[in-house]
């Protein structure tokens, strides 16, 4: 039976609710340092799940294509407010991310089985496995076209 860009997005969403279930000390305050991948050296890797649901999320807001930036910030960051344009939707990466002033990177011990559980869905999307999050998230909007 094939999934439904619905089936797909709920069982995403479902990943990142059991991971806002477990003991692991946050406080993110969306100060956005983590968004400035330039500064931090890191950035996020989608599975093919996690961008349609990033691109899902950013249509919602009325956009259709990513800002084109050499400023190193995340392409889902308002620039004006400096707030994640898709917060309620953003990548696992994002949720366990290392952002020292949250309580620093998650144990990858603590959540394998949910990376696990977006890498077997991305086997059965036939994505590329993990990429970085402005190509995957682009690739998503003109794939929900």
Avoid: W
Avoid at 36 to 61: I, M, N, S, V, Y
Avoid at 79 to 89: E, F, N, Q, S, V
């Amino acid at each position: 039976m094939q999934k439904t860009i619905a089936d797909i997005l709920a069982e995403v969403r479902a990943i990142y609710q059991e991971l806002a279930k477990r003991p692991v000390t946050r406080s993110c305050v969306a100060r956005t340092e983590c968004c400035q991948f330039q500064l931090t050296g890191l950035t996020p890797q989608l599975t093919k799940g996690e961008a349609l649901l990033a691109a899902k999320a950013f249509r919602a807001t009325g956009r259709r294509k990513l800002p084109e930036t050499d400023d190193g910030a995340c392409p889902l960051l308002q620039r004006a407010t400096g707030r994640c344009l898709i917060y309620a939707d953003r990548p696992f990466g994002c949720r366990t991310h290392f952002c020292a002033a949250a309580g620093g990177p998650y144990a990858r011990k603590e959540v394998l089985d949910l990376i696990r559980r977006l890498e077997d869905l991305d086997v059965r999307l036939n994505g590329d496995g993990p990429r970085k999050i402005f190509s995957a998230v682009a690739d998503a909007l003109d794939e929900l076209r």
